[in-house]
């Protein structure tokens, strides 16, 4: 079995799709976030202008933004876009410092596997369960929560890719 950076093929094969899919939903979000954006100005010109809001626009706005607000989550850790303030790390060692990387994966692991896992749940329950709908514009809530199941689920597999690496970082050094 060939490896590259002391994993198994598989794994940076694994790895590729991760990103490639992450970019894929970062794009995805990136529309949706246009959308709202445009939803906003046409509901605000609407209102202030014509005397006439577009009627569910907060229902809307609000199930939009969970699309926009968690399918980028996976590809802002692959860039490692998030914000980390590193001025005491700085001080210690490379091994104590993945260590404490390890540490922060793997809690950001736990985190955002037991919301993807919370989220899979509330859609089965949406949809065995007729009723969950918003209020207005009666826009059943099931795809929402398989959408915000997958957006997290995808940041739990970048943060197992992340604290795999960081570990072998730690038993290297």
């Known amino acids: 079995m060939g490896r590259k950076n002391g994993l ?3 794994v ?7 990103h490639l899919i992450s970019q894929a939903m970062a794009m995805i979000a990136a529309f949706v976030l246009l959308a709202m954006t445009l939803l906003t100005v046409a509901d605000v010109s609407g209102r202030y202008f014509l005397n006439k809001p577009i009627s569910g626009t907060w229902e809307i706005i609000g ?8 399918w980028g989550l996976a590809y802002c850790q692959m860039e490692k876009g998030h914000i980390s303030v590193t001025v005491i790390l700085d001080l210690f060692s490379p091994k104590v410092q993945a260590i404490v990387h390890s540490l922060a994966y793997l809690i950001g692991l736990t985190g955002f596997s037991l919301i993807c896992w919370r989220a899979l749940l509330m ?24 959408i915000m ?14 604290l795999v690496r960081s570990i072998t970082e730690v038993v290297r050094k």
Do not use: N, Q
């Not at 089965?124 to 009666?138: I, Q």
């Open 12 to 18: 940076s094969t694994v790895e590729v799709w991760i």
């Open 8 to 10: 198994p093929r598989f």
């Open 63 to 70: 199930l939009l933004l969970v699309c926009g607000g968690t």
């Open 123 to 146: 859609t089965g329950k949406y949809l065995s369960t007729k009723g969950y709908v918003t209020d207005t514009l009666h826009i059943p809530l099931y795809p929402f929560t398989l």
């Open 149 to 162: 199941a997958i957006g997290s689920g995808m940041l739990a597999l970048m943060l197992l890719m992340d």
